[in-house]
């Protein structure tokens, strides 16, 4: 990862600079968004749904609560999930894609079944059930987003050790009787984490736009603010019909702001992984 | 003909929907007792409790009701909503072709418009109108499809009242003729197929994009540039007719997980689908009706990709012959 390549595409390019310059912002707000907020964010007001001023920079919700304040403390929530979420999702996507590819037989068979089977269950709605089964707290939230989108990963990890199976450095290793955990270990991993690290990255991008849509829909975690919650306080206040813009554009821009760069991050790293796609993208 | 392929297809669209029963199955059961999903008021007696259980068949073994459940599903017996207290499956009935209008209509808008612009980026590659539209896209594939919805609501029914903000119809109104509520019914439609166009334009118009970008490079577009044919013609007649195809089934194999999708659209413009029904359950803790929207997303996605082989299977002699 630390390769010259994986740094020209990140940096060389001015998407990959604005994209990281971006997300170093966001992770900076997700740290200190407490300290920098003007206001509690959380406390109420009589200047309900007030427009901009220089008291309040982005005005006020429905509350009365200081927007800017809750925008910057809402960060925490949707990097957070987003990070932990799409980890779980490498952790059990590598973990079957290896075993699947490497082992073959039967095991292949039952884990590659259950993999198609998540890559066919609607996402969105699996994730309403569970939320809605389990009570919704964070760690629910990110529970349900890791083990709802690791098909993917799974998939693309089996196919990708079904190559490093066959090459000649797995088989001399096999004929000197090194163990099955050697080779997973020291030959197959290392050779597949590139691909586990840029396919993580993509899916940051979507279970950050997962805890937005859950937020939204009522499922969120009730004692924290995130974007999504805004947005689903702004709305059911009939911000919309009160023409609050100042309520309702920001977190939405953040959210598409935070997913652009991830995703711009994630293609990248996709292109350095794949040399075949640069190569198309530039023919 | 390779008829045994079709058939393994079929097998496995049928394997996969008994996992998704016995899942559904075990799901509502596993977590929590669904008699304590089912008791409302926590004063309620053993007795009462016992009656309900055996109501539900909850009072016998695991296998049976799973037995139960399975010949029930096929029957369309899904429970009674405890909203409600209609019958689930009719609560889905009803919901079903409202869901399919504004996923049917949203898709048939975004392939259109995306492989329009795909096509218009792809032929003028590296140009300001390239970049401009793949920001563009970039940036609807990156945007939350609710939001979106919310700022058209913003815009269009509140700032500039010229559509409605939700629902499907002007309650309270007598038609003079099916010609004038089909009228309104549209006007009702056009935000929530906006919303549903945004969240699928930006991925089919990089599909388009790449897929255009590669059968320009074919050989058989140089072969028909050198016999004199002008290049729009090239284009229009040879190249996008080809390069349409990975879309177009894209479009149709997602058209059964987009419906999935659709419920933060539905739930912003109290569209009455499957997404709403489902929204609506959320908050009353409405696991009959949840269990049944479910099953309903689940045999979408699993009867769109066997659609989808079939196409293949029709289409492709490639898969015929192997």
């Known amino acids: 990862m630390t390769g010259a390549r994986a740094r020209e595409l990140l940096f060389g390019s001015w998407r990959g600079r604005i994209s990281l310059s971006v997300l170093g912002l966001f992770i900076f707000i997700a740290i200190f968004g407490g300290a920098l907020a003007p206001d509690d964010p959380y406390a109420s007001s009589l200047e309900t749904l007030e427009p901009p001023s220089s008291e309040h920079w982005l005005g006020t919700t429905e509350q009365g609560s200081d927007v800017l304040s809750q925008l910057l403390v809402g960060a925490r929530v949707s990097i957070v999930v987003g990070f932990a979420a799409a980890i779980i999702s490498a952790v059990i996507g590598a973990a079957v894609g290896l075993a699947s590819g490497y082992f073959g037989g039967w095991t292949d068979r039952i884990l590659d079944g259950i993999d198609n089977w998540f890559l066919v269950i609607p996402t969105l709605p699996l994730m309403i059930v569970l939320s809605a089964l389990l009570s919704p707290s964070l760690g629910v939230l990110i529970l349900v987003i890791g083990i709802t989108s690791w098909a993917g990963t799974g998939r693309i990890v089996r196919s990708h050790v079904l190559t490093l199976r066959e090459r000649p450095f797995v088989e001399r290793a096999q004929a000197l009787g090194a163990s099955h955990w050697h080779i997973l270990k020291t030959h197959i991993f290392p050779n597949a984490l590139p691909l586990i690290f840029a396919n993580t990255v993509l899916i940051i991008a979507i279970a950050i736009l997962s805890e937005s849509a859950l937020a939204f829909l009522g499922l969120g975690d009730p004692t924290n603010i995130s974007w999504g919650t805004m947005l689903q306080n702004a709305f059911s206040s009939g911000a919309p019909s009160a023409e609050a813009w100042w309520y309702v554009i920001p977190p939405g821009l953040c959210i598409t702001l935070l997913v652009l760069s991830v995703a711009m991050i994630g293609y990248q790293f996709e292109e350095y992984v794949n040399p075949r796609l640069l190569e198309q993208h530039e023919a | 003909m390779n008829t045994r392929w079709l058939i393994g297809k ?5 394997l996969t929907l008994v996992f998704v029963l016995i899942f559904n199955f075990f799901l509502f059961r ?10 409302r008021l926590p004063q309620s007696t053993p007795e009462e409790i016992a009656e309900l259980r055996a109501e539900y068949g909850l009072d016998k073994p695991l296998l049976s009701q799973f037995a139960d459940y399975v010949g ?6 899904l429970g009674i909503s405890q909203r409600t207290r209609e019958p689930v499956w009719d609560e889905i009935k009803r919901a079903i072709p409202w869901t399919l209008l504004l996923v049917g209509v949203g898709t048939l808008i975004a392939t259109i418009l995306g492989a329009w612009m795909g096509v218009k980026a792809a032929t003028k590659r590296g140009t300001r109108t390239d970049d401009g539209l793949l920001s563009f896209n970039l940036f609807t594939y990156a945007a939350p499809e609710y939001w979106i919805g919310i700022i058209l609501i913003l815009v269009f029914a509140v700032a500039i009242p010229i559509f409605p903000a939700g629902q499907q119809v002007t309650p309270g109104v007598e038609f003079s003729s099916w010609f004038a509520e089909a009228a309104d019914v549209l006007d009702h439609l056009v935000l929530p197929v906006t919303a549903m166009t945004f969240l699928l334009l930006g991925q089919y118009f990089l599909i388009m994009r790449s897929s255009m970008v590669e059968v320009l490079t074919e050989d058989f577009v140089t072969v028909k540039r050198a016999t004199g044919l002008p290049w729009n013609r090239v284009v229009s007649k040879h190249a996008v007719p080809n390069a349409l195809l990975p879309l177009v089934t894209i479009a149709a194999i997602q058209f059964g997980a987009v419906a999935g999708g659709a419920v933060t659209i539905e739930a912003l413009f109290s569209w009455p689908g499957l997404g709403e029904l489902s929204y609506d359950a959320i908050g009353d803790k409405d696991f009959p009706i949840l269990q049944g929207t479910f099953l309903v997303f689940s045999f979408a996605v699993i ?9 293949y299977f029709a289409l492709d002699p490639r898969v015929q012959a192997k």
Do not use: R
């Open chain 2, 10 to 14: 079929v097998g496995a669209a049928a």
């Open chain 2, 30 to 39: 596993a977590i929590g007792d669904p008699t304590e999903q089912l008791v």
């Open chain 2, 72 to 77: 029930d599903t096929f029957t369309g017996e």
């Open chain 2, 303 to 311: 009867f769109a990709n066997l659609i989808a082989d079939c196409l």
